[in-house]
């Protein structure tokens, strides 16, 4: 078993996709898990999944990780802090000033709270979604705060660091407004394409590739946490949805009329832009490396992806991402495999002659 920087118990408040995920990380390495919720059901869920066991009177916690809905967070919060007071409490909602400032309002003891957000999760919600790995490789955010100290915060430097996580320090204003721009502003124009559906022609949704389920994937989310989530952060939510209903204005603007003079170049320039702003996005891990796409046929029969995937590993390449388009009537669907350039070649030619067909 490997080795954790935590001794715990850790205790989890909320058993529901992110939760669990944390439990049943933590119980990977060993460590005692306690786990609450208001439903007893979720509870009995996450214990049957070997996340950990159910709570008792007689816990002494040495981390509370809070995963509750961002309306009662900063409440449940103030309650762990009163209830176990040698513990650290943090908690994974996906806003952290208004948290703090409510308990701060409320007089609680904010020199053991610290907020933190992993930019992790999964379209579907709940305890039997939860995964052990959820959270390798992702951001995960402890949003700093002068009450603390850096020794009390470091339980939850090494909570992150067992998961597998990348740590990244921000203030909670900066927090809010970075996700207000990677997360909650796309849940929302997401959404707002995918309403175009609803009166859709049939024979045109069965068009749909895979540039349109990658813009509306997250427009399958939960309605009541997202009215919770870009209530809590409206401000910044607000400011750059202004901004991109400015940058919609344009191409309206020159698509009214297409052939007037400088129409062609306002769309190219705009479009440019994008690129421009796509490519500052980080790879794996936050590095900033590119990758080289390999496209590998395969064909519509049980076992051929995992296949791949277990030949890739044989060959012994990384896989840095993987995307798959495949349109319903096709015998065959296209993987998009991405590795880094210097690997993109040998991965092709083995490839080739193990049989697999390689697209372009």
Do not use: C
């Not at 898990?33 to 007893?40: E, G, M, N, R, Y």
């Not at 007071?85 to 908690?91: G, H, L, N, S």
């Not at 090494?158 to 998961?163: P, Q, R, W």
């Not at 519509?300 to 840095?320: H, K, P, Q, S, T």
């Amino acid at each position: 078993m490997v080795e954790s920087r935590l001794t715990g118990p850790v205790r989890i408040v909320g058993a529901g996709l992110l939760g669990t995920s944390v439990a049943l990380g933590l119980r990977s390495r060993g460590i005692e898990v306690i786990l609450d919720d208001a439903s007893p059901t979720h509870v009995a869920i996450a214990a049957d999944l070997g996340a950990g066991r159910p709570a008792t009177a007689g816990d002494a916690p040495q981390l509370v990780v809070v995963a509750v809905p961002p309306d009662v967070t900063a409440r449940v919060v103030a309650a762990e802090l009163e209830a176990y007071p040698d513990a650290i409490v943090t908690d994974v909602a996906s806003v952290k000033a208004g948290i703090l400032a409510e308990l701060v309002e409320q007089g609680a003891d904010v020199a053991r709270y610290i907020g933190s957000h992993p930019l992790a999760g999964r379209e579907r919600g709940g305890p039997l979604s939860a995964r052990a790995d959820l959270f390798v490789g992702r951001p995960w955010v402890v949003a700093a705060h002068d009450a603390i100290s850096y020794q009390r915060a470091g339980a939850i430097d090494d909570l992150i660091l067992d998961l597998g996580a990348t740590l990244v320090e921000m203030t909670p204003e900066e927090h809010d407004r970075g996700v207000a721009l990677i997360s909650h502003v796309p849940q929302v124009v997401s959404s707002v394409m995918a309403r175009r559906f609803i009166d859709a022609p049939h024979a045109a949704l069965g068009l749909a590739g895979q540039g349109v389920r990658d813009v509306t994937r997250i427009a399958a989310s939960d309605p009541d946490l997202w009215v919770q989530i870009l209530g809590a952060n409206a401000e910044p939510v607000h400011d750059i949805l202004v901004a991109v209903r400015d940058d919609l204005d344009r191409f309206i603007e020159a698509l009214e009329a297409p052939q007037a003079p400088g129409a062609r170049r306002r769309v190219a320039e705009e479009l440019a832009a994008g690129n421009t702003g796509v490519s500052r996005l980080p790879g794996k891990h936050g590095t900033d490396k590119r990758f080289t796409t390999v496209i590998v046929m395969v064909d519509d029969r049980a076992g051929e992806l995992a296949r791949l995937l277990a030949e890739i590993g044989e060959i012994g390449v990384n896989l840095e991402d993987l995307r798959l388009e495949h349109s319903p009537g096709r015998q065959v669907g296209l993987a998009e495999v991405q590795v880094v350039p210097e690997a993109a070649e040998r991965l092709s030619e083995e490839l080739a002659a193990r049989g697999w067909r390689i697209a372009g």
